[in-house]
């Protein structure tokens, strides 16, 4: 089944592009099939609808109902990496 | 990121880090690659998204702020004499920046590849740990060996 992932940024230097880009990789790998929407985090709720998981790479203190919230940093930083490729897997798995 | 400069500054100490983004504000407004308008876009940026990242043994901040503010792509590299209490991009708490990187970008989407070679090499300790003691003149160039080669793009070091 097709995973609607939304990945969001602030929206300044696309640092969501890059989460984005791993997540593809990750999935492509696993032979999940992704619906990759990216915004910036103000605009999270209008693409929520029927999302699996949300990936940001910057800090929302906000929920989104029940769909999983992740923090993409470690795409970014490479600190915790793995973690989070099991973590986004497991989720979208589920 | 065609005609990207590098500015890079050592020996400076910051009280905390709007100290340092008010450097980093006026200094680049003197240089010409800003707008009037960035020093406090980026001071707004950097309060509503915070730009400390941990890395593996250091820690980093990047701040940056929209496009609009920018009139040519620039990067400018601050080692403190001090490391700055930085607020973390993804969690709560601050980390102590040894580094921080201001990227000044006027097209986000021409200068991904180098954004994404930036924050690959930053992933590096070896690369992290060479900025991080080498003396000033070498700093651009190391930058420009690690970051700039492979993403093939023009650079020019300014020192300020």
Same mark, same amino acid.
């Given at each position: 089944?097709?995973?609607?992932?939304?990945?969001?940024?602030?929206?300044?230097?696309?640092?969501?592009?890059?989460?984005?880009?791993?997540?593809?990789?990750?999935?492509?790998? #696993?032979?999940?099939? *992704?619906?990759? *929407?990216?915004?910036? *985090?103000?605009?999270?709720?209008?693409?929520?609808?029927?999302?699996?998981?949300?990936?940001?790479?910057?800090?929302?203190?906000?929920?989104?109902?029940?769909?999983?919230?992740?923090?993409?940093?470690?795409?970014?930083?490479? *600190?915790?990496?793995?973690?989070?490729?099991?973590?986004?897997?497991?989720?979208? #798995?589920? | $990121?065609?005609?990207?400069?590098?500015?890079?500054?050592?020996?400076?100490?910051?009280?905390?880090?709007?100290?340092?983004?008010?450097?980093?504000?006026?200094? $680049?407004?003197?240089?010409?690659?800003?707008?009037?308008?960035?020093?406090?876009?980026?001071?707004?940026? /950097?309060?509503?998204?915070?730009?400390?990242?941990?890395? /593996?043994?250091?820690?980093?901040?990047?701040?940056?702020?929209?496009?609009?503010?920018?009139?040519?792509?620039?990067?400018?590299?601050?080692?403190?004499?001090?490391?700055?209490?930085?607020?973390?991009?993804?969690?709560?708490?601050?980390?102590?920046?040894?580094?921080?990187?201001?990227?000044?970008?006027?097209?986000?989407?021409?200068?991904?590849?180098?954004?994404?070679?930036?924050?690959?090499?930053?992933?590096?300790?070896?690369?992290? /740990?060479?900025?991080?003691?080498?003396?000033?003149?070498?700093?651009?160039?190391?930058?420009?060996?690690?970051?700039?080669?492979?993403?093939? /793009?023009? $650079?020019?070091?300014?020192?300020?």
């Amino acid at each position: 089944m097709k995973r609607k992932i939304i990945v969001a940024c602030g929206g300044a230097v696309a640092t969501s592009t890059l989460a984005a880009e791993e997540i593809k990789e990750l999935c492509a790998a #696993q032979n999940i099939e *992704v619906d990759l *929407v990216q915004c910036r *985090v103000t605009e999270i709720e209008t693409y929520m609808d029927g999302a699996h998981l949300i990936c940001t790479t910057a800090r929302v203190d906000r929920k989104f109902g029940d769909i999983p919230l992740v923090h993409g940093m470690p795409f970014i930083s490479g *600190v915790g990496m793995d973690a989070l490729r099991e973590q986004i897997l497991t989720l979208l #798995q589920e | $990121m065609h005609n990207c400069e590098i500015f890079v500054k050592t020996n400076i100490a910051f009280t905390d880090y709007q100290d340092v983004l008010a450097h980093i504000g006026e200094c $680049m407004v003197k240089a010409g690659v800003v707008e009037n308008t960035y020093p406090h876009a980026l001071l707004n940026r /950097e309060a509503e998204f915070p730009t400390g990242i941990q890395l /593996e043994q250091h820690a980093v901040a990047i701040p940056h702020c929209e496009a609009s503010h920018a009139r040519s792509p620039a990067i400018y590299l601050i080692r403190p004499d001090a490391p700055v209490e930085f607020f973390q991009a993804d969690d709560e708490g601050t980390v102590p920046a040894s580094l921080i990187v201001a990227l000044i970008v006027t097209h986000p989407s021409e200068q991904l590849k180098l954004l994404r070679q930036l924050f690959g090499q930053l992933q590096k300790p070896e690369f992290l /740990e060479q900025l991080l003691t080498a003396p000033e003149h070498q700093l651009s160039s190391i930058f420009e060996q690690h970051v700039f080669s492979q993403a093939e /793009e023009k $650079m020019s070091p300014v020192y300020i």
